[in-house]
């Protein structure tokens, strides 16, 4: 088959690019050629920016493919841009969207079957904590509109992985290689729920070859964060408690991934992956996700988002506390 990737050169893009290689299809990339671009030779290059209007799909003029997966499609604007041009040259569009469309239900586990936040106006152009949901919103709105039958929903949680460039996941890997005296969050209770991005990219495989349609959690094993940490192997482990995280005013940046239980957001570590798995998504290990993430990262300058020094303060106050 061949396969147009808008997007495709960073994490997730990349992953679905040499997925659907693996799987013997031909795949063409639209980007804006402004990241590194470590794929073969074997896939074609294509300039384009959703933002520029009709200038910004004549690359595309005269072509067409079996499916388009849209990775980088974060405003209704970029979308529509693209969806309204390949209507006649593509035979399926599949969105990558987010589970960020649910907002927090109070319900769970998270179904797709779960209500969405409001769709951001398509004049929204400002990506932020709070536009990101309903923007995908949007997005996916769109794609259904002009495709309908024709079109899939993936919503993946976080995704972890390889050359993930984000820090979240892999701060937590990194971290326990260095060893020490750990931060542990919680009290080890509290359940963390990623998707691994290899599982991600062959799903969307499956999806394309199996002519899927509708919508797709892509959510990853659920699993505590004793079990996390167990897994990492860390060692010399503080557990503090959330009462104190909280009173500290940390970000979702300095201590990524960690929702208390019962706190904001954390139903979206409470979501559904059952109909996925029935229409053949395969789930990776948590313990080989991060084995293959720790390797992924060696030589990369992914930051520590929590300092040494905020560190040892906060496992201060969880000691004196007791």
Request: a negative charge; charged letters at 20%.
């Amino acid at each position: 088959m061949r396969i147009l990737i808008l997007g495709g050169t960073q994490f997730i893009g990349r992953h679905i690019v040499e997925a659907f290689l693996a799987a013997g299809h031909t795949v063409s990339i639209l980007t804006r050629g402004q990241t590194v671009d470590p794929l073969p030779d074997s896939v074609e290059r294509l300039r384009g920016d959703r933002d520029a209007g009709d200038a910004g799909t004549a690359a595309l003029i005269g072509r067409s493919w079996d499916a388009c997966v849209d990775v980088s499609g974060y405003t209704g604007g970029q979308v529509r841009a693209s969806a309204e041009y390949l209507r006649a040259r593509v035979k399926h569009y599949v969105y990558i969207s987010a589970v960020s469309v649910y907002g927090d239900p109070d319900v769970r586990p998270v179904l797709e079957t779960h209500p969405l936040l409001p769709p951001a106006p398509e004049d929204v152009t400002e990506v932020n904590g709070e536009t990101y949901g309903p923007l995908k919103v949007t997005c996916e709105n769109i794609v259904r509109e002009i495709y309908g039958e024709q079109s899939t929903v993936l919503r993946p949680q976080i995704v972890a992985g390889p050359y993930d460039p984000s820090g979240r996941y892999t701060y937590w890997v990194n971290r326990a290689v260095r060893g020490g005296e750990m931060l542990a969050p919680g009290n080890g209770s509290d359940h963390l729920q990623v998707i691994d991005v290899r599982d991600l990219a062959r799903f969307t495989v499956t999806v394309v070859e199996n002519d899927l349609s509708g919508a797709f959690n892509m959510a990853g094993p659920r699993i505590t964060w004793a079990e996390f940490l167990q897994l990492l192997g860390a060692k010399s482990l503080v557990w503090v408690h959330a009462e104190i995280l909280q009173a500290a005013n940390l970000t979702f940046q300095e201590l990524p991934l960690f929702r208390p239980e019962h706190g904001a957001r954390s139903s979206l570590m409470d979501v559904s992956n059952e109909r996925a798995q029935e229409a053949g998504l395969i789930l990776t290990h948590p313990a080989i996700t991060a084995r293959d993430t720790r390797a992924g990262s060696l030589g990369e300058e992914i930051p520590m988002a929590l300092s040494a020094e905020r560190e040892a303060e906060l496992i201060h106050l969880a000691r004196n506390s007791r």
